[in-house]
């Protein structure tokens, strides 16, 4: 009777009691894989290490990834449980389950990278750069005008490339635009950064002025000690100058700072060097000075070289004149790294620094001259008689040209000259035609019924650029009104202005591909590059989503 009452009973029928068994399994295999798929996540767009140096049982410490995993173990009791019960086989937490859920959350993103671009027009801006393997390697970024009308600027891809050469670029760069369908009549522009910023340097006096900065600045920074003693002579400095009212006090004002050393492809980076050189000076000198009479004797004599090259006037009068000239391209660079310049905008930045270029080159020489002398004597510099003929030079002075000539003419003017040529040769004439085009979408000008239109409504009142423009047209639905106009508008913010983009994309993978993680495969690379930057997208991709194409890959129980 008691098996009878057992086979009776439809919740003890032996297709019950499997169907429960399996369906228990599926849920304890998706809760591994969930745990496996936010522990990649985690790690990836925070750009750490995903493996430990011994991951065995017994390890003390068995990487990044396990700690995760470990950790949501002891925060859920129900983690906990199906990884401590899992089957050999169905852990989900093998390096090879790591990489392949990497990939399809790096297929994702750029998948929603690419239904964001949608059919609008877009351009490309490529570069390479050598990672820390000697593997070059290239960056793709799109550039486009999303639908609720802001400028995006996407990175989505990173390739490695095994030549540089125009025909392998091409190839590669084809290659991913037909793989995510990204039709080349729908590219309007490209963008590839292919030429030197410092043609200043070609100026004999300012590369030779650079080589003597760089020297000055890795003698004194690349020493532990010597970088310690520079800090010291500071704050005694500053204190000093305080003391005597000769600089203000006020919050975040006279902080500590260290020489800095120059990149090689950003003016930025030179100017921070000239600044830092410039505010420690005085400090530098007595640092050198103190290494001299006090120093090892092995260093005695290259610091004294470093501390000559500091007090000839040649290199005074480039360290203050290039910090003038700097100062004025540094706006113009700054404002090109921004991911929603418009070309509208990028010229009338150009305009601008050219004319404060001219306007140094015909009225700057006497305030600069001024301030090299007062430099010159608060350091204790011999000041060139500049009346007196110019010796360093044989034709210089059997043409009987002075001091002032050389220095004016075939320093500072020759400087200027070679920047006014790089920013014509960087906006050509076509760009200026563009810029005139861009011109009449202005809402301050006149546009027919467009102006008419948005001069009455007062969602428009503090509009000032083109790309505030068009994200109100988006937001007012007039782009539907006016098609023609926003669709000139999409094209004008699409087209791109500089590569800053790539640059910042470069910064990222020598956090991602460093000295300890240099053998990474370029799959894995790629995938991690792709959601450490683009980091909103990697959040917001469902779990299920993943675990579905997950399935796909194979028999999987998830």
Not at 142 to 147: E, H, I, M, N, S
Not at 385 to 413: C, G
Request: overall charge negative; proline content about 2%; charged content about 25%.
């Amino acid at each position: 009777m008691h098996k009878w009452e057992s086979l009776r009973n439809p919740s003890k029928l032996i297709e019950r009691v499997i169907s429960t068994q399996s369906s228990q399994e599926v849920a304890d295999n998706r809760l591994r894989l969930i745990t496996t798929i936010e522990s990649v996540r985690l790690l990836a767009c925070q750009g750490c290490a995903f493996r430990g140096h011994d991951e065995s049982v017994n390890s003390s410490n068995g990487g990044n990834f396990n700690a995760v995993v470990d950790s949501f173990g002891r925060m859920n009791i129900d983690i906990r449980r199906v990884l401590q019960n899992a089957p050999g086989n169905a852990k989900y937490t093998s390096p090879i389950i790591q990489k392949q859920i990497l990939n399809i959350l790096g297929n994702k993103v750029r998948t929603k990278i690419r239904e964001e671009v949608g059919d609008a027009k877009f351009c490309i801006l490529v570069d390479e750069a050598v990672d820390v393997s000697n593997r070059e390697q290239m960056a793709i970024i799109l550039r486009f005008v999303d639908c609720d009308g802001f400028i995006r600027e996407r990175f989505f891809k990173v390739l490695s490339a095994a030549d540089t050469c125009s025909q392998t670029l091409k190839d590669e760069i084809s290659k991913v635009l037909t793989q995510y369908d990204l039709q080349l009549e729908n590219m309007r522009g490209q963008g590839y950064d292919g030429a030197s910023n410092m043609r200043a340097k070609g100026v004999h006096d300012i590369w030779e002025f650079f080589s003597t900065l760089s020297l000055i600045v890795n003698f004194v920074d690349s020493s532990a000690k010597r970088h310690s003693a520079l800090r010291v002579i500071r704050e005694e400095e500053i204190a000093d100058l305080v003391a005597a009212g000769a600089i203000e006090t006020d919050r975040g004002a006279n902080q500590l700072c260290t020489l800095q050393r120059e990149g090689a492809t950003r003016w930025g980076s030179h100017l921070r060097s000239i600044s830092s050189l410039i505010k420690l000076f005085g400090a530098t000198q007595t640092t050198l000075a103190d290494l001299v009479a006090n120093g090892p004797n092995k260093l005695q004599g290259e610091a004294k070289c470093v501390g000559n090259a500091m007090k000839r006037f040649d290199f005074v009068f480039c360290l203050l004149s290039m910090h003038d000239v700097m100062k004025i391209t540094d706006f113009l660079c700054q404002s090109l790294q921004k991911k929603a310049i418009d070309i509208f905008n990028a010229l009338n930045f150009l305009s601008i620094t050219k004319s404060k270029f001219q306007d140094m080159r015909e009225d700057g020489w006497n305030d600069l001259i001024v301030r090299v002398e007062s430099f010159c004597c608060q350091y204790d510099i011999i000041m060139l008689d500049m009346s007196a003929p110019y010796k360093k030079s044989t034709r210089a002075y059997e043409q009987n040209i002075t001091n002032e000539h050389y220095y004016q003419v075939n320093i500072l003017n020759a400087v200027i000259d070679f920047q006014l040529a790089e920013l014509d040769s960087r906006f050509a004439d076509n760009s200026l035609e563009l810029l005139l085009l861009s011109a009449t979408l202005d809402p301050h000008m006149e546009c027919g019924y467009f102006l008419a239109d948005i001069q009455k409504d007062p969602r428009f009142a503090n509009t000032t650029t083109v790309s505030d423009l068009c994200r109100r047209l988006v937001e007012s639905r007039k782009s539907a009104f006016f098609p023609m106009i926003y669709r000139l508008i999409c094209l004008v913010l699409t087209l791109p202005v500089s590569t800053a983009t790539t640059e910042r994309a470069f910064s990222s993978m020598t956090i991602i591909k460093n000295k300890f993680r240099n053998k990474m495969e370029d799959e894995f690379f790629d995938d991690l590059m792709v959601l450490y930057i683009e980091i909103e997208f990697a959040d917001s991709i469902d779990n299920d989503s993943v675990i579905a194409e997950f399935e796909v890959s194979g028999p999987r129980r998830v």
